[in-house]
């Protein structure tokens, strides 16, 4: 079932380069029961975008083929048996897709409010990298006060917030970068010590710096042979979580110091979990992180802002690396 009226969006007319990506016009969704319809003011992209424009991350079953996993905007229409939030409420909220557009629907439970302060394109840079960070970082790594977290692609959307959310909660944070204006920005963040793997050997600097121990917990999102030498910077009981391969998905590893350090090897994808899985994440972002948030002690890296009809360019950004933090669509800039 569809809205009678029709909205623009971008979808993938086929696997391949950003210029695939084309303006459409679509039917406006209908929220289902327990969901919110937005009207969508901006929308992140991430790096699974790229991969499903490429055709090889397609959305699961039942989600919509337009590109786009979070989205700020104000509520549009609420679905039966949601509570909680009215027609004109400013929300952001994470997707499995249908972001690129100018409506989109999304289950309440994935649904935040948007910080008091942030703009709506600061808001649609929050979900996807604040709710995998919180999970892989906090829940899967179980990063605690004192510890040591060692972030690899530092000023990456995800990278920033790790960053960011490691110092605000009491870690010391290293992290690798390339360049010396990528590491400068890591500083800034709060990153104790920015690595430049083009010059540098991350684990002989983290080794230094930890008088030898190493990192308790490693986020990486770049694989490859990242991996083993990820193992060898890691301490005694450390956890290597994998949640990217952008050097690739298969890595030689020797297990010899896995067992002699007692490590835990784990990874994990969010977009297709369960929705009470990720409105756990919710509770808890809600809870403990957006009043950080609110407070300007931890803040979303906006790097640049696209109209939603340029989307290919802003994957050609997003492919080149040059960024620092988030790229985001403005989607009211695209309406007819």
């Known amino acids: 079932m569809s809205d009678s009226r029709s909205m623009m969006a971008v979808e993938i007319a086929q696997p391949g380069v950003p210029e695939v990506l084309t303006p459409v016009r679509r039917p406006i969704p209908v929220p289902a029961a327990g969901e919110l319809r937005i009207a969508v003011a901006a929308a992140g992209v991430n790096r699974p975008d790229v991969l499903q424009r490429l055709g090889k991350y397609n959305p699961p079953p039942g989600v919509s083929d337009i590109p786009g996993l979070e989205v700020a905007g ?77 972030v690899h692609g530092g000023t990456s959307g995800i990278g920033t917030t790790a960053i960011q959310l490691g110092a605000a909660f009491g870690a010391r944070v290293f992290a690798t970068a390339r360049g010396p204006d990528k590491v400068r920005a890591c500083l800034d963040l709060g990153a104790e010590r920015a690595i430049d793997y083009g010059t540098e050997d991350f684990v002989a600097v983290v080794r230094e710096a930890t008088g030898g121990a190493g990192v308790n917990v490693v986020l990486d999102i770049v ?65 403990r992180v957006w009043p950080l948030l609110e407070a300007g002690r931890v803040k979303p890296v906006v790097h640049e802002v696209f109209p939603l009809i340029h989307a290919a360019e802003a994957h050609r950004l997003m492919e080149s690396n040059r960024h620092v933090g988030k790229i985001v669509l403005a989607v009211g800039w695209a309406g007819e």
């Not at 409420?89 to 935040?112: N, R, S």
């Not at 890595?251 to 990720?278: C, D, I």
């Open 74 to 150: 104000t509520v549009d229409a609420v679905g039966e048996g949601v509570t909680g939030w009215v027609a004109g409420d400013p929300v952001c909220a994470l997707l499995a897709g249908g972001g690129y557009a100018e409506h989109c629907t999304a289950p309440a439970a994935q649904c935040l409010p948007v910080p008091h302060g942030l703009s709506m394109a600061e808001a649609a840079a929050l979900p996807e990298t604040f709710f995998t960070v919180w999970s892989n970082v906090f829940e899967r790594g179980g990063l605690q006060p004192g510890e040591a977290l060692l």
């Open 223 to 287: 694989g490859g042979d990242y991996v083993a030498r990820s193992i060898d910077a890691l301490a005694v009981e450390g956890r290597y979580v994998c949640i990217g391969f952008v050097r690739g998905a298969t890595a030689t590893v020797n297990f010899f110091p896995v067992m002699t350090k007692r490590l835990t090897l784990t990874g994990s994808t969010l977009r297709a979990r369960p929705v009470a899985y990720k409105q756990a994440l919710a509770d808890q972002l809600r809870a």
